[in-house]
């Protein structure tokens, strides 16, 4: 009976209880049909002697019942003729017979009580692993959509970093605050510093040479006032 005690605490056991208790559900799972299956095996093999020791039993007590009323016969002739030995041997011999059909008798339907009670667990055991594995799919498709979602958060995580990142360099703030200030706005803004200074300096050489090309000019064209001033004092 320890098959049949083990298997029916298969049957009652909790399925999501084992899996939340087990480090790794899929192994747990994994073991517990194996152990369904393997008493799924044994159970059937128990049913299978059931079968045949209950058919056993019927012969032999069908074979009794003939030695009863073969022996009842016997005896109800040899009252008739008047034979009182062979009568009283034929008597014990139904004695006998009736004993023994009665207790295959009760053999019998105790080995039909079992095998009916070894068939109706088998059949509970089958309807349990087939429970198991539909749990067992249920989960490995949850695992595979929450490892999808997962990858799906971290890849989106990601990109966000990347993005606040970028946006960062471009508007001139600091993705990390423990790293000093440079973005690509900085960049152009010092380009953009750099060269408004550089083209102010160049403004400011050109209005110097301008300022000192008039000089000159003023200059010269004093000189030749001062040649042509002469030249008429000398008239």
């Not at 429970?131 to 990109?159: D, F, G, N």
């Not at 803004?189 to 102010?200: K, P």
Request: glycine residues 2%; charged residues 40%.
């Amino acid at each position: 009976m320890g098959t049949l005690n083990r298997i029916r605490q298969i049957i009652a056991s909790n399925v999501n209880a084992l899996l939340e208790k087990a480090e790794d559900p899929a192994t747990r799972i994994n073991q517990l049909i194996r152990e369904m299956d393997e008493s799924i095996i044994r159970l059937r093999m128990e049913v299978a002697k059931g079968i045949a020791a209950e058919k056993r039993l019927t012969r032999r007590r069908e074979e009794a019942d003939k030695a009863l009323q073969k022996s009842d016969t016997a005896a109800r002739s040899a009252v008739a003729a008047g034979n009182e030995g062979a009568a009283r041997k034929a008597v014990a011999r139904k004695l006998d017979a009736a004993a023994a059909e009665a207790d295959l008798t009760e053999q019998q339907q105790v080995a039909a009580e079992m095998t009916t009670t070894l068939k109706a667990e088998l059949r509970r055991l089958e309807d349990k692993i087939q429970e198991v594995r539909r749990k067992k799919e249920s989960l490995i498709a949850h695992k595979r959509k929450a490892q999808a979602e997962q990858a799906m958060l971290e890849a989106t995580e990601q990109a966000r970093q990347v993005e606040r990142r970028t946006d960062a360099a471009l508007n001139g703030e600091r993705a990390d605050v423990t790293q000093p200030p440079a973005s690509l706005a900085e960049e152009v803004t010092d380009l953009e510093a750099e060269n408004e200074a550089r083209r102010r300096m160049a403004e400011r050489d050109r209005s110097l040479e301008e300022q000192m090309d008039e000089a000159q000019r003023e200059a010269a064209i004093e000189k030749e006032l001062d040649a042509i001033r002469k030249e008429l004092r000398k008239c």
